[in-house]
């Protein structure tokens, strides 16, 4: 592999994780304008993301699958145009019903691309450089963060909301164009296997109906919750004698494999606690401009955009089983900071949290990828990065749903015997010690199985 071809692999890849990450942080950020101009309620428009992630959730599987087979570098190219596409849409929707439809066309290119690019990326680069090339789009991702909310901020102070996907297109057109001229074909899987159909429509829909059931704001409905269990349950069995089955049972006997899953669920579960929820905070409690907001929540991609790389580095030096407890001991840190702010919160506090969370979240996230990937073939690499690109976004989905169901419960209840303010921060309180609570257990995990996890590399004798 020459050296001047992975580099622009590498710079491909991060185009399309700029994007994505733009798009998201953009989002969080024009939440509560885009709420406003259709006035529709916090648990209304949290279905602008909720239904983008519920897609990337049922499909990547799909998609890293068939990536595998054909080509991730086909995959991946083609989920630029999808995405733009999708990002047009967007930016032309009259009511909040278009938009979320818009927004489920622009998961499926999302998709493609989450699912892809991660295996791409471990393909290129030598066994000793992967977790360099992983922490430097770590900090793609955490430059996306933080120029997401100060540019969302001045946009939707200056623009109509719609701006802010119109500024996909763009990127979204150059991506296109580098994928097509200068991508590399990946290795596939010549097995001769046909695809899991059926599987993968139960996973679908048990992912999609699990959500559903934490999506209701003041309590959960316990039957879809049954119903989701209850097909999760259905999906295991069946793909346990399914000739094509949709999951890759020999990657389950792969102990970094398993426990690095189980740790980011922790992660990214406790992480959209602060990105989505933060905002409202900001903006309705403290009565802060989306300009200033956006300027606030920049902290974290900053602090992560920082650490990420230089987590990356270190892990290909040490491993990653010191850095992913380390990261669960400042994730929960943060968590129990956010725990105690109220209409009276120093801005100070409140940057600390965020920056102590973006440390955290840098120095978890490359080093625990490096791991993952590290420890199975170069041919499930595409299945891999879909894998954990599900765990991923089905975690931050589930995440959204239950911090907006935890708050809205708490706020309701208090609400009816004292102040907005009053009833605000205790649900804002009772929020953040759960998310800590999360994170917390992503920690006794992190120390249990680092033993296991230590410096595992793949080899042939594992199969």
Request: aromatic share 12%; charged share 10%; proline share 4%.
């Amino acid at each position: 592999m020459k050296l001047n071809t992975k580099w622009q692999v590498l710079i491909i890849v991060c185009v399309g994780i700029f994007m994505s990450t733009l798009d998201g942080s953009i989002l969080n950020i024009a939440n509560p304008t885009i709420a406003e101009s259709f006035s529709v309620s916090m648990k209304s428009v949290q279905w602008i993301v909720t239904a983008y992630m519920l897609v990337i959730t049922a499909t990547l599987l799909f998609f890293g699958k068939l990536g595998d087979k054909i080509g991730n570098h086909k995959i991946y190219t083609w989920g630029f145009l999808a995405f733009t596409a999708g990002s047009l849409t967007c930016s032309l929707a009259p009511t909040l019903v278009w938009l979320i439809s818009a927004r489920v066309f622009q998961a499926f290119g999302a998709s493609m691309m989450m699912a892809t690019g991660m295996g791409i990326v471990s393909n290129t680069f030598p066994s000793n450089e992967r977790g360099k090339a992983l922490g430097l789009t770590g900090s793609i991702v955490g430059i996306g963060n933080m120029a997401g909310p100060s540019l969302g901020g001045l946009l939707v102070a200056n623009f109509n909301w719609p701006i802010i996907f119109l500024i996909n297109i763009p990127i979204g057109l150059m991506g296109f164009f580098l994928a097509c001229k200068f991508l590399p074909e990946q290795p596939c899987d010549n097995s001769g296997k046909s695809y899991d159909v059926i599987g993968t429509v139960v996973f679908a829909t048990a992912a999609i109906i699990l959500i559903l059931s934490l999506s209701f704001g003041q309590s959960i409905n316990v039957s879809l919750l049954i119903t989701g269990i209850m097909l999760f349950i259905i999906f295991y069995v069946y793909e346990k004698y399914a000739p094509t089955p949709v999951l890759d049972f020999q990657l389950f006997k792969i102990k970094a494999f398993v426990y690095g899953n189980l740790m980011g669920v922790a992660s990214y579960i406790s992480q959209t606690f602060v990105t989505f929820l933060m905002p409202f905070y900001l903006e309705r409690l403290l009565h802060f401009s989306p300009a200033y907001s956006g300027i606030l929540m920049t902290l974290t991609p900053i602090s992560m955009a920082i650490t990420a790389p230089l987590a990356g580095n270190l892990s290909d030096r040490i491993g990653s089983s010191r850095l992913t407890s380390v990261a669960f001991i400042l994730l929960t840190s943060a968590h129990l900071i956010f725990s105690t702010l109220n209409q009276d919160s120093s801005i100070y506090t409140i940057a600390a949290g965020l920056l102590i969370l973006g440390i955290g979240t840098g120095l978890f996230g490359s080093p625990n990828n490096s791991s993952i990937l590290g420890s199975v073939p170069r041919e499930k690499s595409g299945y891999t990065g879909g894998f954990i690109s599900t765990v991923r976004n089905l975690s931050f989905t589930m995440g959204i749903a239950a911090s907006v169901s935890i708050f809205t419960y708490f706020f309701t209840i208090n609400s009816k015997h004292t102040s907005f303010s009053l009833a605000y921060g205790i649900a804002n309180r009772y929020v953040y010690l759960i998310s800590a609570a999360i994170t917390l257990s992503g920690l006794v995990i992190s120390l249990v199985t680092s033993p296991a996890r230590r410096q595992q590399k793949f080899s042939e004798n594992q199969f």
